[in-house]
């Protein structure tokens, strides 16, 4: 038997309703491979975020790191929340999140933007714009202005407060994360766009020289780069332009967020945070939407499809990950929707109702 | 009379052709007023961006400099071209732009961006989105990462290369940007939005404190903060939520490039930069296009409503600022389009010939 260990850490506000939906999606499927071999899933259940800071009064506490560490896979909700937006930094649920990254080395984050063809007209840009766009953000994700030291508050010298952060990467940094995205870009259509600010900032100016000098391990993947100012920009222009995009975390951050905005339904999208050996941390984009929590409201496919990535880049098993993908893309096609993505002559359906819809069809 | 001494800088590729045209319609709009009292402008030409590097090695001479300072207000075309991309740090072209703001202590970049009722089929957002956003950015320009030190190349523990730059902001930076910020959404719907990332990085936490104090002496303006990532994603989404936006250099440099580009026509939005006291800098927001440059396909528009925004912030010369918004306005009525932004069933014209109708109008 295959036998894995995976810890969910279901989080805050809509967190616990979509992980418990996605657990027993990825159980069936799961328990519906090993033709030959026998695929076992075990999960664990860890406090993190918000919840976490209630019972314990951290937002990581030892236990849940040590015991994501231990696991194969790790599958997260969300976290955060109206009540913990005013904690110090330490005491913020965003922070755990962080810590979690760092202490999981999972410096790779890759989020897929696809327009799906069932949900063309939830999009905000015309259909001709948005219909086929196709992008994998890889941002890095333990590394540059989220992680850069010294940061923190100061006086200058005219006796002022000032608040400092450090964007800093180093050769091996970057070169690693680039390798990543060289690979997913031979996986996909072959062409990779490095996103920096190399006309200004020197840690730009390392990103692009160091992206440069890979390319030629890769001679098969056309490479460009791009301005992030550029980028945010063509991204609204003509987002069919891209195929994968490389870039640092703070512009990652931002760009990623934009490109799945372009597809109209971030309700839809997963991602996906590995490195390089160790458990990989797979979790929906969107966040803990403390407005419906508990009203069975939420759409669990994001974090569904967020449990296929698990199955396919964290424990390697393919046909598991394809046949979660086909019975999201087989209920859409029934035409179940959630709120989030409802329109007229669909059929409106809470996240529990989603998640058995999805059951019958994997 | 009334007397101004204005510095054109024309640029690099297509910025001599938009500022010549620009030039024309300033001097009449400057002519018109003045039933009462003469206006006067005088006009200087200096050489700036990389046609500054290659007649003079430096990319803002001195006396460009000198120039600018002791003038009333600058108008700027456009700078770069793939010729100088890969200059050293300094020999770039866009160096020289960091060292003129800098240099006039311009902290202040008001970005609008409305989408015009004529050029609504413009943008790629659907138009039910798109009409009607009318959004001004106000991005710190002097200050945060582009010019916070310690920054450069360096060698870390493991020996290895590394690229870094400090994001830094004092109190005092961040309150005269966000009273400017305050000042501009009291002339427009009264609604500011400061855009931060202080759930992760210091400097947007002293941020959002400070423009949270700052609230107090603004009561009539209704304040909201939103993270960059969300803010990348809402301009998508529904822009019409925006009414003014307040952000740091970074993330202005992002936000206002995407807000931009959901009008769908940037050869048509001006900028204007300001500070305490002395010239403010007018350009128009797109690039030296160095692939149509000199083939009198430029669309001027951008860089004369720049004028306008000189005449307004720069010179305080309303009226002469608001005939030439009306004259813009009217060409378009007119049905007189550039290439950028021609449509089947309007009259395609060269950069001269767009100037020229408006120099009818003004
Ligand atoms: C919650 C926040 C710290 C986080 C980030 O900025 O990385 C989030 O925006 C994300 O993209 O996962
Ligand atoms: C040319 C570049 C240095 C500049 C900037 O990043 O500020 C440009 O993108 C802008 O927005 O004016």
């Known amino acids: 038997a295959r036998s894995y260990n995976i810890t969910l850490l279901p989080g805050d506000g809509i967190g616990p309703e979509v992980v418990a939906v996605a657990k027993d999606v990825l159980s069936l499927a799961g328990a519906l491979e090993g033709k030959l071999i ?6 664990q259940e860890k406090l993190m975020g918000g919840s976490a800071l209630d ?21 997260l909700g969300a ?29 790779a984050n890759l989020r897929p933007a696809a327009v799906l063809p069932q949900l063309v ?12 766009v196709d992008i994998m953000v890889v941002r890095e994700l333990t590394g540059g202005i989220y992680f850069g030291k010294p940061r923190g508050f100061g006086t200058n010298d005219s006796g002022e407060e000032t608040g400092f952060n450090t964007e800093v990467y180093s050769a091996s940094e970057i070169d690693r994360i680039t390798r990543v995205a060289f690979e997913v870009a031979r996986k996909r259509r072959g062409k990779l766009c490095s996103v920096d600010k190399a006309n200004v900032l020197e840690a730009s100016m ?13 001679p098969d993947i056309e490479l460009s780069h791009m301005y992030v100012d550029n980028a945010a920009m063509q991204l609204v222009r003509n987002p069919k332009q891209f195929d994968t995009i490389v870039t640092n975390n703070i512009f990652g951050d931002i760009l990623s967020d934009e490109a799945s905005m372009i597809t109209g339904s971030i ?58 993908e086909a019975a999201v893309t087989e209920t859409l096609n029934q035409g179940f ?16 109702r989603m998640g058995e819809e999805v059951l019958k069809t994997v």
Chains 1, 2 share one sequence.
């Open 337 to 352: 929707r959630t709120g989030d993505i409802y329109s007229p002559g669909t059929t409106l359906v809470g996240c529990k």
């Open 267 to 324: 309700g839809m999208l997963p991602s996906a945070s590995v490195g390089e050996s160790g458990p990989g941390l797979f979790e929906p984009i969107h966040g803990s939407a403390p407005d419906i929590a508990g009203q069975d409201k939420a759409n669990p496919l994001a974090t569904i499809l967020s449990a296929a990535m698990l199955l396919r880049y964290g424990l390697e098993e393919e046909n598991a990950a394809k046949r979660i």
């Open 121 to 132: 007209d939830a999009s905000t840009l015309k259909k001709e714009v948005a219909e086929g």
């Open 55 to 75: 019972a314990t009064g951290v937002p990581l506490p030892d236990e849940t790191l040590a015991a994501a560490r231990d696991s194969d896979a790790v599958l």
């Open 38 to 43: 026998r695929v076992e899933l075990r999960f």
């Open 206 to 218: 390392l990103w692009r020289r160091r992206v440069t000098a890979l390319a030629s391990e890769f």
């Open 79 to 107: 976290i955060g929340g109206y009540k913990w937006d005013n904690n110090e930094k330490h005491l913020k649920p965003e922070t755990g999140l962080l810590q979690l990254r760092a202490g999981l080395r999972v410096f």
